[in-house]
Structure formats: structure tokens, C-alpha cells
């Protein structure tokens, strides 16, 4: 059976997805390369709740991560994880209205800037990273 679709709308949902990433006190992490708190993250602007219309998010991490399928379900549609280092990830919408097919995003991981000695400055170190991009989710003839 054929979903009846109305022809000739379409339906742009504004996202933004991406990064914060802050230093770990080092004395919180003994023994363990784990430098950086980051949270990857998707939203909706000006507040909207994506989870109107995405039924689950995939955030895919580098293989070296337990678990690196991570699926959330609900909004705030975001994981927390801590790390040493940046690498691309992978984002997959999925969509209530079943007819809709899968989005995946890409984003590639930012944390702080190493100086040449390897040392991060003391303006950058307190402060922390902030990486977003800007997109735009087009439905057209929406069921
Ligand atoms: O950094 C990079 N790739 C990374 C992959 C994974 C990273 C990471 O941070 N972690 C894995 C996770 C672990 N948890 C437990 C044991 S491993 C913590 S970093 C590339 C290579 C140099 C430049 N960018």
C-alpha cells in the first residue's frame, strides 16, 4: 500500500550538529590518555524538538570505542564520551514517518589546539571547543 503524498510541499527542518570538547584535569584521569570531555551532538534551532520527527539517532564513533554504535532514542539526541583524539563520526537520522529514508551526517571530532611543543595555550585550555554545522532537512510531497 502506497503512503498518499501531498504534491508539491516541502518541508525544511533547520538542524545544527557537532562538538563541545573541554580538558580533563589531568588529575581526573590518572594513568589514562583520556584528555578531553566531548559531547557530539544534534539540534533542532530556536528550540525545536527534533524528536517530532526523528525516531532514533545513530552516532557511529572510530572503532577503537566500546560500543561504537551508539543509538538514542529521545531527545537531547547526543552522547558524552571522553577521548585523546579527533577523528571523523558518523550520524544517522532516522525518521518517524517510515516512507522518509535515512539521513547520515558526517562531522569530524574537534578538541583543542596543540601548540608546536605540544602544550595547549593557556588562553584556549580553560575555554572550551565549540564545532557546529549548519544544515537543513528537505521533505518534499510530505505524506
Ligand atoms: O585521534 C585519532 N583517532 C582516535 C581514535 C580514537 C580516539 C580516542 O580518543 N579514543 C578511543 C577511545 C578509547 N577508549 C578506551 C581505549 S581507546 C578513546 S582518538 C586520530 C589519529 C591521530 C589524529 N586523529
Known amino acids: 500500500m502506497s503512503t498518499k503524498r501531498t504534491k508539491g510541499v516541502t518541508i525544511v527542518y533547520p538542524i545544527v550538529y557537532g562538538n563541545t570538547a573541554s580538558l580533563l584535569p589531568q588529575k581526573k584521569v590518572p594513568d589514562s590518555d583520556h584528555t578531553h570531555k566531548w559531547t557530539v551532538t544534534v539540534k ?31 531527545p537531547p539526541f547526543e552522547i558524552t564520551e571522553t577521548g585523546w583524539g579527533e577523528f571523523e ?19 569530524n571530532l574537534r578538541l583543542h589546539s596543540y601548540e608546536d611543543d605540544g602544550s595547549i595555550s593557556t588562553s584556549s585550555k580553560n575555554k572550551p571547543v565549540q564545532s557546529f554545522q549548519y544544515d537543513e532537512l528537505v521533505f518534499t510531497d510530505p505524506p
Not at 91 to 106: A, C, D, H, R
Open 44 to 74: 533542532g534551532i530556536n528550540g525545536q524538538d527534533l524528536g517530532h520527527f526523528i525516531k532514533k539517532v545513530t552516532f557511529k564513533l572510530h572503532e577503537t570505542y566500546s560500543n561504537p554504535q551508539r543509538v538514542v532514542e529521545h
Open 89 to 107: 563520526l558518523s550520524i544517522k537520522l532516522q525518521f518517524i514517518e517510515g516512507s522518509e529514508k535515512p539521513v547520515t551526517l558526517y562531522h
